[in-house]
């Protein structure tokens, strides 16, 4: 018998927070449905060279071909509002991409930002998908914000009231995604269309699983809450997070000689940056904490929380500059500070890893959880107030201060009570236990039988059958 199988396109907008994602799925696609895969990434506007070898580092194993598509050149913009002009602009090169690749897909999975690309599946008769590549709570919220955006008077964050959606946990205004802040901005109606656009595809795929977040899902599914909306198949395929294994530096020496579950990892994401009055204030609460940690330091910088997607390029004296003096030679023996960028997961799934103090992105919270490590919520753009709460108010996985929120600097007492919360006291204990049956939950979702494991078949399956339909199945 013939056997033929589907070829899927998978789009990544630029930045290391989509790009990871996106990889993983593409590395399932490949290993457990058996399909051919093709991701065409955005070029960010970062080096190219840093572009080439973090990518050459991520695709390990090789399982399909990478193709970049062009950088477009976006300044002065903010960061959502650059996404998607870039992947507006990326559309002909794509067009170009996709139909000089050879056999030709005949599926498109494009991220948040690459709906726009929806027109050219149709042109070419492919099926189209997204990959919300973070929670149900956030797909929830994005799917009726044009509602919201009906309904709502005035600035979100200014609400007395929680934004309430059908079926779901009510989003405080306080916490609302970045794109909320300010409705006279572009990047606001980027997301309105977006948001918009995401039910016109054929299923959203979604880095989550059903023991997460289960009356989310069931309300994005229930036609008389959100299913209203979106009257497509939603699949919950997640976590998709990466593993990596055998790696030997200095760092991974020292880890190997502090006591099992001892280390607090600090990190905020590929994008974040904190001020310089926050990275003094940071730097002296760990030490208050006589904790052990590993800190991932970027130049502080005023400009914004999310600064680092735009400035890459700075010595390691720059890095390192903005500590406090003499806080590097004090803590020599019970902490190190990687400049700008650390094997994360490796890190993470270090034994000697007892806490992370994290932005709340939603790949480093996957890996966290899948990791066993309880967190310490330090939200800072994006969706990642929602996540914070999330993590804190439903999963019990993680402590977060009551005063980020409102403070725009938080003090090094606070820092050093919260690092102490999770990595010494009873409240530590309780969260690791909780975090540890999530991690067993998520194994067992992407398991043999598992729920993501079956979500992913059910996707494969309605590909197939479409496909077959159309007769669009690539012959070997
Ligand atoms: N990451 C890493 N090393 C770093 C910082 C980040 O490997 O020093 C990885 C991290 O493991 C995660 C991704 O970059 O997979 C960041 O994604 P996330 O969604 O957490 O945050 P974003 O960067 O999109 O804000």
Redesign the pocket.
């Known amino acids: 018998m013939e056997i033929s199988k589907p070829h899927a396109a998978l789009l990544s907008s630029p930045?290391?927070?989509?790009l990871?994602p996106v990889l993983e799925l593409g590395k399932s696609l490949v290993t457990h449905s058996n399909f051919t895969v093709t991701v065409f990434v955005v070029a960010s506007h970062k080096s190219p060279a840093e572009s080439n070898h973090l990518l050459d580092s991520l695709m390990r194993p090789k399982l399909f071909d990478i193709v970049q598509l062009p950088p477009i050149d976006i300044s002065g913009l903010v960061f959502i509002t650059q996404l998607a002009i870039m992947m507006r602009e990326v559309r002909p090169a794509l067009r170009s991409a996709i139909s000089a690749t050879k056999p030709r897909p005949t599926v498109l999975i494009v991220d948040l930002f690459g709906t726009e690309s929806f027109h050219l599946a149709d042109e070419l008769d492919m099926l189209k998908y997204v990959y919300v590549p973070t929670s149900a709570w956030f797909l929830a919220l994005t799917i009726h914000v044009p509602f919201l955006d009906k309904e709502v008077k005035g600035e979100y964050n200014n609400q007395i009231e929680p934004l309430r959606i059908p079926g779901c946990k009510a989003v405080r205004p306080e916490d609302v995604v970045h794109p909320m802040l300010d409705r006279t901005n572009q990047q606001y109606f980027e997301y309105v269309r977006l948001a918009s656009e995401m039910p016109m595809s054929d299923g959203i795929l979604l880095n989550t699983w059903e023991d997460l977040e289960p009356s989310t899902l069931a309300a994005l599914r229930d036609e008389s809450l959100l299913g209203r909306v979106a009257k497509i198949p939603v699949y919950p395929v997640g976590p998709l997070t990466?593993t990596i294994s055998g790696l030997r530096s200095e760092l991974f020496d020292w880890l190997d000689n502090q006591p099992s579950e001892s280390v607090i990892f600090v990190?905020f994401?590929?994008?974040?940056t904190l001020s310089y009055e926050q990275m003094t204030e940071l730097a002296l609460g760990l030490e208050l904490s006589q904790q052990r940690f590993i800190w991932?330091v970027r130049p502080a910088t005023t400009e914004a929380v999310d600064a680092a997607f735009f400035n890459s390029a700075s010595s390691d004296d720059d890095r390192l500059t903005c500590l406090p003096e003499g806080f590097l030679t004090r803590t020599k023996s019970v902490g190190v500070v990687v400049p700008?960028?650390?094997?994360?997961?490796a890190v993470l799934m270090h034994p000697s890893i007892g806490g992370f103090l994290t932005?709340c992105?939603?790949?480093?919270?996957l890996?966290s959880i899948t990791n066993g490590v309880p967190m310490i919520a330090w939200p800072l753009y994006?969706e990642q107030r929602m996540n914070a709460a999330l993590l804190t108010e439903e999963l019990g996985v993680a402590v977060y201060s009551k005063v980020l929120p409102k403070k725009k600097v938080m003090g090094r007492e606070e820092i050093e009570k919260m690092v102490r919360r999770v990595m010494e006291d009873k409240e530590g204990h309780a969260l690791r236990t909780r975090v540890k049956e999530l991690k067993h939950s998520a194994e067992k979702a992407l398991s043999n039988g598992g729920s993501s494991y079956n979500a992913l078949r059910d996707w494969h399956s309605n590909v197939r059958f479409t496909c077959d339909a159309k007769k669009c199945l690539q012959k070997p």
């Open positions: 930045g290391m927070g989509h990871i990466r990190s994401g590929s994008g974040g991932v700008m960028w650390a094997p994360q997961v932005h992105g939603w790949n480093s919270t890996e994006a």
